[in-house]
């Protein structure tokens, strides 16, 4: 933590190089490593400091202030609200983000509320995030977006809650590691628009400790064949359109595309995890369970009550569970329907809930279909599937 004595008035602000005069400490966040800090006392004051720092500089948010308007974080900037304290941003529309970082700007210590549009937008391979909550979004909570050299850097979220936006965290092309935080309770009228987390375009998620909970849409979205995602001990839990759902991922046993470990993923309704046309997924430990069952119109043009644990869907292939607890799910414990090889279940627990049906293997041959006949179940008559490729919502 860095601390600077300074004199500044309610309208104005200092740049500083060094020390200033004696009037009060001004602390930096602890992490921060400033060559030149600004203070900024209200909107038009941050506005400039943003203006005329250059890398490796610090705009501070003085004391407990609200702020108001779009604010473009030049590369390798940080902006922050001065140790001990929050500030308050407000702003934005449809076109403009709050908060706009460039290459290797940070964020420390802020409210983000009521975005006219997205919270926070990222642009380029690496930026830090780190205790900032973002709330009441009329679009994205947070956005990253990268197109050039994004295995270059990491955006860096650390301790970051996302709520009540019409979308959670949507990442395109960016490598993003999130630790702790949370993602919940997005609503929209688009359902593909209140997910919790959203990865595509080639992104490369690693999610650890992370809470995806009570969305109106899909808990977390993995799309596309060069994204990946890997999730560690991450509670995703009563999302209304599927927990964990991958679409056209491409990955093997060996190297997954999807790796979910020792997570709890609870009481999401249709599907706890599920799969369309992917393959490379791997989850180890943790539990899967208490799927709530939901009305869908099926492929066998009927209305059924869907609630499975797994769910792998459409040639869906090289997939392993192993040690993972699958239970109380309100239709089958897993559902394999048109997959024929790569399917392996190794220990664990396979438990049925009140239908009892543990896993259902149908519409394949199970030429390579490694599950225990004590933890299969042969129903009377095939389930209904319901397996939509999800939409994306444009963000930026």
Known sequence: MQMIRLRYSLLTVLALAGCGNDDRDVQTPAGLDCTVTSVAADSDGLSRALASTDTGGC??????ATYVGTFEVRAGVSLAAEAGTRATLRGGSAGFPVVKLNEGAQLVGVDVLEAGGVGVAVYGSKATVRDVKV???????????????????????????????????????????????QSSGHESTS??????????????????????????????????????????????????ERGVWAQRIAGTIDAPALRIEASQVTKNRIV????????GIIIVGGRVGDTVAAPLVTNLASTEMVGDGIGLFSG?????????????????????????????????????????????????????????????????????VSAPKLALPPVL
Do not use: Y
């Open 316 to 384: 869906s292939t090289d997939f392993k569970l192993e040690s993972t607890a699958l239970e109380a799910n309100a239709r089958a414990a897993g559902l394999v329907d048109g997959s024929e090889r790569g399917i392996i279940i190794v220990g664990g627990k396979i438990a049925a809930g009140a239908s009892g049906l543990k896993f259902v293997v149908q519409n394949s041959t199970g030429a390579d279909v490694q599950i225990s006949e004590t933890d299969r179940t042969m129903p009377a008559k095939a389930l209904g």
């Open 272 to 279: 706890g995890v599920g799969a369309l046309e992917s393959r």
């Open 191 to 240: 359902l593909s628009s209140a997910a919790g987390i959203i990865g595509q375009d080639g992104a490369k998620l690693d999610l650890d400790g992370v809470t995806v909970e009570k969305n109106m849409g899909v808990g977390v979205l993995v799309d596309g064949a060069a994204t990946s995602a890997s999730i560690k001990n991450a509670t995703i839990s009563e999302n209304a």
């Open 135 to 181: 709330s009441g979004a009329k679009s994205a909570a947070l956005a990253v977006l990268c197109k050039d050299g994004c295995d270059a850097g990491t955006v860096s979220l650390t301790d970051v809650v996302l709520e009540k936006s019409q979308l959670g965290l949507w990442v395109s092309g960016a490598r993003l590691s999130m630790k702790g935080g």
């Open 59 to 64: 705009v501070l948010l003085a004391q407990t």
